[in-house]
């Protein structure tokens, strides 16, 4: 399985961005999606993972109540609502993909390349 992300940029603090990834080559409905971020000179860091039948999510605390993720089999897309921006979300946004959250969040089993979201203050 390939995953692209798409959606980041310039935004100032408290702004809003909705990040997409794409899937192909491969079977996408029964796979757990979900971010992970690296902020620059930082450790790659869990955001927030959907099971794959779409009705549990799990989301690192520093982003509860402000990230959404949501995800349409139909068009194996998987996308990231961020929501009250601060500049600390400031890093390169990766979605990722494993049999499950448990495993997205740790070791996932697939990667993409990411998108740059800087939230200036």
């Known amino acids: 399985v390939q995953l692209q992300a798409s959606g980041g940029g310039l935004v100032q603090a408290g702004g809003s961005l909705r990040l997409s990834c794409a899937a192909s080559?491969?079977?996408?409905?029964?796979?757990?999606l979900g971010w992970v971020r690296q902020a620059a000179g930082k450790e790659r860091e869990f955001v927030g993972a959907i099971n794959w039948y779409g009705d549990s999510t799990d989301y690192a605390d520093s982003v509860k109540g402000r990230f959404t993720i949501s995800r349409d089999d139909a068009k194996n897309t998987v996308h990231l609502q961020v929501n009250s921006l601060k500049p600390e979300d400031t890093a390169i946004y990766f979605c990722?993909?494993?049999?499950?959250?448990?495993?997205?969040?740790?070791?996932?089993?697939?990667w993409g390349q990411g998108t740059q979201v800087t939230v200036s203050s």
């Open positions: 080559g491969g079977t996408f409905s029964d796979l757990a």
């Open positions: 990722a993909a494993a049999g499950t959250m448990v495993e997205v969040r740790s070791t996932p089993r697939y």
